[in-house]
Every structure is written in structure tokens, then in C-alpha cells.
């Protein structure tokens, strides 16, 4: 590559070159006109030198960027080859014309190595013209999608930029900003890609150029300082300036404190003409004074090109190669390191890669488009390109869905493809909000677990902790929740956890390698959350806009409104309008998908655990659901599985303190298998004949249920009796007594349809005491003679009556099914207790382990299909 320095120092010394035979000419001319006669030797004397003078030019600055618009007009050379980021450019500026007939081109070092100002603005028609020949020339000579014009036109000037407005909508360039706010956005905006590059994270940056036809007028000190710092640092990371109006422009010296700055100044002897500083690092002739020539700046192309050229660009951008989604896929998998970050390629823009990041510039991100915008789709090629670049140990993904479908279905093992994405740790589909805020709470959890490596490791990064550990798994977390709204439905206590779990995960995530990626289809209804003091989402820098998602993008920002299926507005800067870049991504193809999810579970290490699935929709058996973990010696009763990530089976612990039974409460059907689910599990914990098991059927729809357990439990070898209720009252008097009362033989009451014994048990037929008292025994006394009761109470207040004043507290365990739950809460004296009945969900209680927790009841398998027969 050669360096600008070389490649200027190269135009310099042909400059000196020919201004030592312009001298000559000149000395010559003078005499011909002293002697009055003109001939042939002068005038081919002339010619050569021009023709000199412009190779000179076209060495420096080649086709596009150097040729005469005459010349590219005749010639056409090949779009998009004249130069290439990374690499030092010059670009035409100006003709100089000291003598009649003998002009050459000015040349200035720009892109890759400087900037360039005038002090005139865009209203002087000649200026307007060299800003659209130095835009055209660069559209046209640099590789499309890998240069960018932030334009800037405080003058509201319009006309200037005007002719390259059809470049919008394709990325190239932004609508031109007006505004100080957005000025001010757009000088953000080159400081982050400063910032990137100087810190590492960005190693090969979009050119940016920030053409301003005129700076806006309330510009103060403090912005022009940071013009001057992106003159200082810009060229090194690809930013650089093209600005008209620079008012500090000293017309009495070139300073300006503008570094690494060719400066353009209007003559004022000589009206249409300028005068060109010394380009930086060089200079034109010993005085440092500049060129010493004035000059005409270079006219704009002509009518119709820009045009054309913009034309033309736009329509190879958007029919460039048919993007498919095997395209985003590397050959080599898993070949990336997540250490500084993680990137992908999600598609293009304009015929470049659009790539996207989750590193420390862009930790999280918002995503919004409305239904059928393709958000899905979008995530699918964003998840899938991750997953194939980086290793399982490099990454993890926590997939969170709360809408009806199947969007994460492809990353789960399913009945017909028993493989699945490697780096898939949970996946949640349909799932509810206490899922999601379980999940926040499990980041939250792994944070700690990282800040705790991070201390004993002595460290204070993640990088250094990588290095450091290289025994610790520390993968990148990509948590994407879908539907994100519906976790602040509702004011209450799930949504205030979520918001605040979510605030931390946001807050710290960057320091423990850990994102999120947000995506909604309406920001409605959290639009408080943006304007909150501590706003979450000023921790999500990079918005992702489809169709209809303009929300989360700033305010004047309207370039989602129009977008096509396919199409996306990808936005690091908050959504300001200046960082819009318009992107096309592929159809995540089944086919493809499956191709690709094959190919990384082949690769994956052996043992590789399935992910976490949970489908909000699901039925649950216990026989399909591990025991839950035991305490001790003490024998845990399932009733469900929890709403949290790894769907532990809900236990209820059964130990000798006063009230530990349980009370499933509701009319629903599930009452009977909740009661019969606790049955198998207990029987799985004895062996045959070391507990007896009495099951009390009170109700007729409960019967077949209670029937096809006393086969199974006898069937199993347990002890099992089926008092009727005459015979319960019996067994209530005997237990009470503590008659039959053998700790290290069990016996467990399964009562369905308790209420129904109540007004029976309540009447004393004649004994001194009624049943209902020995069941009240029962309730206090009987944990500590190894007695336990489970009984299906079809309303709270019947519950509550059979208790009595005295023995409240003597049911320390409930299932609340359909029940309401001011009623659950005056039963155990909590007025706040929040519980909305809802299908297929149950609220389990523990009273003496403070616990409450959502839960999927156990159902005997096809239970709801037979409910809503
Ligand atoms: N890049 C694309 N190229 C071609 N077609 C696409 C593309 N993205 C999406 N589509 C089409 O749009 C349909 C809807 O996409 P997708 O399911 O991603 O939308 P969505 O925004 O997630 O909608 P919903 O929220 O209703 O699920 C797809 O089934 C597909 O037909």
C-alpha cells in the first residue's frame, strides 16, 4: 500500500517539476512576446506540459477520483475500482491555470489520509459544485456499502446535496441534517467509530465523510473543538471531513486548528478564484504558503450524471446477487474467538456486508417491526450466523418467546428431529412472564457467578478473565426475549421484578459478556420505560428497525415507515436519523436451517446437554418429571413443575411440624390429579408396604381417577385402603387418637372432593366430639406421628370452615387452581397475595418456607381436552 505521504510527496515533486518548466515557459513566452511572434515550438512546449501535468494528476488520483468530467464522460471507467478503504487517496479539487492555455489539475490527499475545508459555504455556486464532484467522485470510486456521506446542511441550503437524495433510502448517505441537535448526533456518531477503532473493537470501519454545504449557525466553541478532535483522530479510523463555511478559517493565515487539513480560501483579489493551503504532511513550495497559483474549483459533474450514477448504484445495490441465507454462512464453523465481542453478517447493504455487533460499543439491542415485518426471520438469520461463527464455549444462547408460535422451535429438539442448536441453553416458547423474569433472574445469578471468578482471579475484564481462566466456561450470553412487552403487562409485582432485573442485566451485562436482544412489535404500552429517569433503554445503542418498528428509533427519524418486507434499518446511534443504514437480509429458509442446525449438532462435544425447554402450552405428567430434590430424609410430595428455567418439579417437603399437608384448592379437574400426582411421587419413595396409602372419594367425577390410582399404587405393592365415608370419619377417630400412629409406617390421607365430607363431618351422631375435630387432630397432631393429609377442597371458604379459628395455620401447603386470590390470601392472612386464575397454571404456597411459586400443576395426560370437551 502506498502511504499518503508517498503517494502526495510523488504529486509534489512532479507539481515542482512542472512549475520548473512553467518557469521557463513563462521566461520563454515573455521573450516571444518581446520579440512579437508566437511560433510552433511554444505552443507544443505548452501542450506537453498540460499533458504532462495531467498524468501527474491521474497517477495521483485515478479515474473517478482525478479524471476531468469531460474525460469520464467519454471514458465510463468501471464503478466502484478507483480506490479502496484502508488506503490512502488523493482527490481533485481544483485547476490551476497560470498561464493561458497551461492548466493542471489540483490534487489534495483525502480519504485515508486528510480532510478538507473552505471557508466559503455551499451559497457560492462554486463551492456547492465542488461538494457534489467531490461526492460523485467518491460514490463512484470507492466499493459501494463501504463509504458513507453524513451529510450536514446547517444552511438549510437544500440544492447542494439535493442531487444525491435518491442515495437515501439505500444507506450511502443520510438526509441531510440541519438541525444542532442532529449536527451534534451525527458528530457522536464518527466519535463512536473513533472510539471503536482506537479501543480495538472495530478493525475495518465503513469510510465516513462528513460533507457539510454549510455548518449550522448556532455552532459553538465546543463544537467546532470537536471538529477538531475528529480532524486529529478521524483519519485513522476512517472518518474525515469535507466542510464548507468553516468559520474559523483566518483569511490571514491558514491556521485554523484543523489538523491533517488541505484548506480551501476564496481569493479575494481575484472574484471565482481560491487559494489552496499546503496539504497536510507536504507542501507545495518552500514558503509554506501554498499553492502558488489561484485557482477555479472543480466544476460539478454534468447535468445528468449524478443522476445516472446514483441510479445506477441504487439498482446494483438492491439486485446484487439474490441474498441467500447460505451466503451468511462461514465455510468453516464455529472458527470464531467471542473474547472482544461477537459479529455476524445479517445481510447487506447496498452490495456491502451488513454486519452486526454485540460487544461493548452495542451490548444490547432493541428490535421492533410490526407482525409480519419479518422480525422473526431477522432474528432466525442474526442467531443462526452467531451460532455458526462461534463455538458453543464461545457462546450460549437463552431464547425467550411470550407470543403464540413457534419462533425458537427450530433451536429445540422436537418429536421429529431429536437434534438441536448446540448453544441453545433455555427456550422458552408461549411462555409467561414469571418465566421471563426467571430467566433475568438466572442472568442476574450468572453475573454474580462471573463478578465472583472475576474477584478471586484478580481481574477486572472479561477478556482478562478469559485469559486468565481458561478453565472456566464463560461463553457470551445472547438472551433474546421476543414479544418483550407482554413482561411489563400488568402493574404488578411480576412486572415491577421484571423491570428491575431487566435494569440490571442491561446496566451490567457489558462487563460479563452477557446481551440482550429485545424485540417487540409495538412499543406501546412501555413507552414510559424510554422516558423513565433511569431509561433502560439508553443501554440498547443499536436499534433494529423492520416495517412499522419506527418507535424505537429518534423522533424525526421516519425511515421504517416505508419498509419493504426483507428490509431493515439498522441504527447503532440510539436511533438518531444520521446512523440509519438500510439493510437487506435473506429468508431464513427452512431448509438451509436444518442443513446448518445438523451440521453443529454433529460437531457438538459429546454430552452436550438438550437446552431447557419450556412451552407455555405444554401438559405436564409426573411421570414424566424427575422427583424433586429430597431434604434430607424427608419424602417431597410433586405437584407440578415450577415456571423457571429448567422446570424443577415443584415438592412439597413432608416433615413432623404441625400443619405440613397440603390443599389444593378450585373446582378444575386438575385438583383430583394434582392429588393423585402427589400419590406416585410418594409411592416412588417407599417401599412397597412401608406406608399406607388411603384414598377418600368423595366426588363422582374423581372416581375413575381415584380407581386407576389404587391399581397402580396396589399394583406397585403398597398399601393401599378406599375408605368411604363412614369408614373415614372411623379412620379420622383412630388417627386422632394416635391409635394406629407409627412414625416409620406413614399413612396418607388423599381426601378428593374434601368439602364434600364437611356438614358430615361436622355432626356428632352421638359421640361426644364430631369428626371434624379428629380431623383437626389430625391436622395438628399428625405430621408427628408420620400422618399427612392431601386433600382437594373445590372451594377456599369450605377449606377454611373445615380449619376452624384454631387451626388456620394448619394447612401449610396449597395449590391454588381456580380460585381468586384475595380468597387464597385472607385464608392465610396475606391481603396482597397476587393470583390471577389462568389456564393450565396453578399457584403453589409453602407457609413455612415463605414460598410462593407459579407452577405447572401435573395433569393425567389428554386432562384438558377432556375439560373443555
Ligand atoms: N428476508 C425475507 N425475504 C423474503 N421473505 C421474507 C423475509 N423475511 C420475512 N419474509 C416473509 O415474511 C413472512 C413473515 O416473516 P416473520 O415471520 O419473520 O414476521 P414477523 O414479523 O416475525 O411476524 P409475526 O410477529 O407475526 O411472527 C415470512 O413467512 C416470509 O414469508
Redesign the pocket.
Known amino acids: 500500500m502506498v502511504s499518503a505521504k508517498a503517494l502526495f510527496e510523488r504529486a509534489i515533486a512532479t507539481h515542482l517539476e512542472a512549475w520548473g518548466l512553467l518557469a521557463a515557459v513563462r521566461e520563454r513566452l515573455d521573450r516571444l512576446e518581446a520579440d512579437s511572434t508566437h511560433n510552433d515550438e511554444s505552443a507544443q512546449q505548452q501542450t506537453a506540459l498540460a499533458a504532462r501535468l495531467e498524468r501527474a494528476a491521474a497517477e495521483a488520483a485515478p479515474q473517478w477520483l482525478g479524471a476531468p468530467w469531460p474525460v469520464i464522460g467519454e471514458q465510463r471507467f468501471p464503478l466502484e475500482r478507483s480506490a479502496r478503504p484502508g488506503e490512502a487517496s488523493m482527490i481533485r479539487v481544483a485547476d490551476a491555470q497560470p498561464l493561458p492555455g497551461v492548466g493542471f489539475p489540483v490534487v489534495v490527499p483525502f480519504v485515508g489520509a486528510g480532510h478538507i475545508a473552505l471557508d466559503a459555504d455551499a451559497r457560492d455556486p462554486a463551492v456547492a459544485g465542488l461538494l457534489r464532484s467531490v461526492i460523485t467522485r467518491l460514490i463512484a470510486g470507492f466499493p459501494a456499502g463501504q463509504l458513507r456521506i453524513l451529510a450536514i446542511d446547517g444552511g438549510a441550503l437544500g440544492a447542494p446535496l439535493a442531487p444525491f437524495h435518491s442515495l437515501i433510502p439505500a444507506g450511502v448517505m443520510n438526509r441531510p441534517v440541519s438541525e444542532t441537535d442532529q449536527f451534534r448526533e451525527l458528530l457522536t456518531e464518527a466519535e463512536d467509530q473513533v472510539h471503536a477503532v482506537q479501543s480495538g473493537l472495530e478493525r475495518s470501519p465503513d469510510v465516513l465523510v462528513i460533507v457539510a454545504a454549510a455548518l449550522p449557525a448556532n455552532c459553538t466553541r465546543a463544537d467546532l473543538a470537536r471538529i477538531s478532535a475528529l480532524a486529529h483522530a478521524g483519519p485513522a479510523a476512517r472518518v474525515h471531513l469535507l466542510l464548507a463555511g468553516y468559520p474559523s478559517l483566518s483569511r490571514s493565515s491558514w491556521e485554523t486548528g484543523l489538523e491533517n487539513t488541505t484548506l480551501i480560501s476564496t481569493d479575494q483579489s481575484s472574484r471565482g478564484h481560491f487559494r489552496i493551503s499546503d496539504p497536510p504532511g507536504s507542501s507545495f513550495g518552500a514558503d509554506g504558503r501554498g499553492l502558488n497559483a489561484t485557482v477555479t474549483l472543480d466544476p460539478p459533474p454534468p447535468a445528468g450524471l449524478i443522476e445516472e450514477l446514483c441510479r445506477q448504484l441504487v439498482a446494483k445495490a438492491e439486485s446484487d446477487s439474490a441474498?441467500s441465507f447460505d451466503a451468511l454462512v462461514p465455510k468453516q464453523l464455529w472458527q470464531g474467538s467471542s473474547v472482544d465481542g461477537l459479529r455476524t453478517t445479517v445481510?447487506r447493504v447496498g452490495r456491502g456486508e451488513a454486519t452486526v455487533s454485540l460487544d461493548d460499543a452495542t451490548p444490547h439491542w432493541l428490535v421492533a417491526?410490526?407482525?409480519?415485518?419479518?422480525?422473526?426471520?431477522?432474528?432466525?438469520?442474526v442467531l443462526y450466523g452467531l451460532a455458526a461463527r462461534y463455538s458453543p464455549d464461545e457462546l450460549s444462547l437463552y431464547l425467550l418467546d411470550f407470543?403464540e408460535?413457534v419462533?425458537f422451535a427450530d433451536f429445540m429438539p422436537s418429536a421429529n428431529d431429536p437434534t438441536w442448536v448446540p448453544h441453545a441453553r433455555t427456550v422458552g416458547v408461549e411462555s409467561d412472564r414469571e418465566y421471563g423474569v426467571a430467566v433475568l433472574a438466572d442472568l442476574v445469578r450468572e453475573m454474580g457467578r462471573r463478578a465472583g471468578e472475576m474477584k478471586r482471579a484478580g481481574v477486572t475484564s472479561l477478556s482478562a478473565l478469559r485469559s486468565a481462566r481458561a478453565d472456566v466456561a464463560m461463553p457470551r450470553i445472547v438472551t433474546v426475549i421476543?414479544?418483550f412487552h407482554v413482561l411489563f403487562q400488568g402493574n404488578d409485582d411480576t412486572a415491577k421484578r421484571a423491570v428491575a432485573l431487566l435494569e440490571e442485566v442491561a446496566r451490567k451485562g457489558r462487563s460479563y459478556g452477557i446481551h440482550l436482544i429485545m424485540?417487540s412489535?409495538s412499543i406501546s404500552g412501555i413507552e414510559a420505560l424510554f422516558t423513565k429517569g433511569t431509561s433502560i433503554f439508553g443501554q440498547f445503542g443499536m436499534r433494529v428497525a423492520?416495517s412499522g418498528g419506527g418507535g424505537i428509533l429518534g423522533l424525526n427519524n421516519d425511515a421504517a415507515a416505508a419498509l419493504p418486507?426483507?428490509?431493515v434499518i439498522l441504527n447503532h446511534g440510539a436511533g438518531v436519523v444520521s446512523a440509519n443504514r438500510r439493510a437487506?437480509?435473506?429468508?431464513?429458509d427452512p431448509a438451509s436451517l436444518h442443513t446448518l442446525r445438523h451440521r453443529m449438532w454433529d460437531m457438538r462435544t459429546p454430552g452436550t446437554p438438550e437446552p431447557a425447554v419450556f412451552i407455555g402450552y405444554a401438559e405436564y405428567s409426573v411421570d414424566e418429571a424427575p422427583l424433586p430434590v429430597r431434604r434430607g430424609r424427608r419424602k417431597v410430595v410433586a405437584v407440578g413443575r415450577q415456571v423457571d428455567v429448567g422446570l424443577h418439579t415443584a415438592g412439597f417437603a413432608l416433615d413432623s411440624s404441625p400443619g405440613r399437608h397440603l390443599g389444593v384448592l378450585g373446582t378444575s379437574l386438575v385438583g383430583a390429579d394434582v392429588l393423585t400426582s402427589a400419590a406416585i411421587s410418594l409411592a416412588k419413595q417407599h417401599e412397597p408396604g412401608t406406608a399406607t396409602f388411603h384414598l377418600i372419594s368423595l366426588v363422582g367425577t374423581a372416581e375413575d381417577t381415584v380407581e386407576e390410582l389404587r391399581t397402580r399404587l396396589r399394583g406397585q405393592g403398597h398399601e393401599v385402603s378406599m375408605p368411604n365415608l363412614t369408614q373415614y370419619k372411623e379412620l379420622l377417630q383412630k388417627l386422632a387418637a394416635g391409635a394406629s400412629a407409627d412414625r416409620d409406617h406413614p399413612q396418607y390421607l388423599f381426601v378428593y372432593g374434601a368439602d364434600a365430607a364437611s356438614s358430615t363431618l361436622k355432626q356428632k351422631e352421638g359421640r361426644s366430639r364430631a369428626a371434624i375435630e379428629d380431623f383437626r387432630t389430625v391436622l395438628r397432631e399428625g405430621p408427628g406421628w408420620g400422618v399427612h393429609v392431601f386433600g382437594w377442597w373445590r372451594g377456599v371458604r369450605r377449606l377454611s370452615d373445615d380449619l376452624g379459628l384454631s387451626g388456620k395455620d394448619d394447612v401449610a401447603g396449597i395449590v391454588a387452581l381456580n380460585v381468586k386470590g384475595n380468597e387464597v390470601g385472607s385464608l392465610i392472612g396475606r391481603v396482597h397475595l397476587q393470583w390471577q386464575p389462568r389456564h393450565n397454571r396453578a399457584l403453589f404456597i409453602d407457609r413455612h418456607e415463605d414460598k410462593d411459586d407459579l407452577i405447572v400443576p401435573f395433569v393425567t395426560p389428554g386432562r384438558y381436552s377432556e375439560e373443555f370437551a
Open positions: 441474498l445481510g417491526g410490526r407482525t409480519g415485518s419479518g422480525k422473526t426471520v431477522f432474528l432466525l438469520d407470543k408460535g419462533s421476543d414479544e424485540a412489535q423492520l418486507t426483507g428490509q437487506r437480509f435473506p429468508f431464513a
